[in-house]
């Protein structure tokens, strides 16, 4: 079996994880991260009662996913 394949793709998913841990510290020190906006977004849903929150990041999902989604079309289009 040839698994070389298999090992050039855990390479390159490694570097994506690093990549974006390096990208989250970076954005951790900008100012507008600082604030919150990312899992602030209009059509997050919030709920808090007495001893009770409900958060469920509705719209930050769908934007990561559009974001995610169209990076890959442009990785893979050849």
């Given at each position: 079996?040839?698994?070389s394949?298999l090992g ?17 510290i ?5 100012p ?6 990312l ?19 509705l719209?930050?999902?769908?934007l ?8 890959v079309?442009?990785f893979?289009k050849?």
């Amino acid at each position: 079996m040839d698994f070389s394949g298999l090992g050039k793709l855990l390479v390159l998913m490694g570097l994506s994880i690093v990549a974006l841990g390096v990208l989250f510290i970076l954005l951790s020190k900008w100012p507008l991260a600082g604030s919150g906006w990312l899992g602030r977004l209009p059509g997050d849903i919030l709920i808090k009662r007495d001893n009770f929150t409900f958060y469920f990041p509705l719209a930050t999902s769908v934007l990561i996913s559009v974001v995610g989604s169209f990076l890959v079309y442009l990785f893979m289009k050849r």
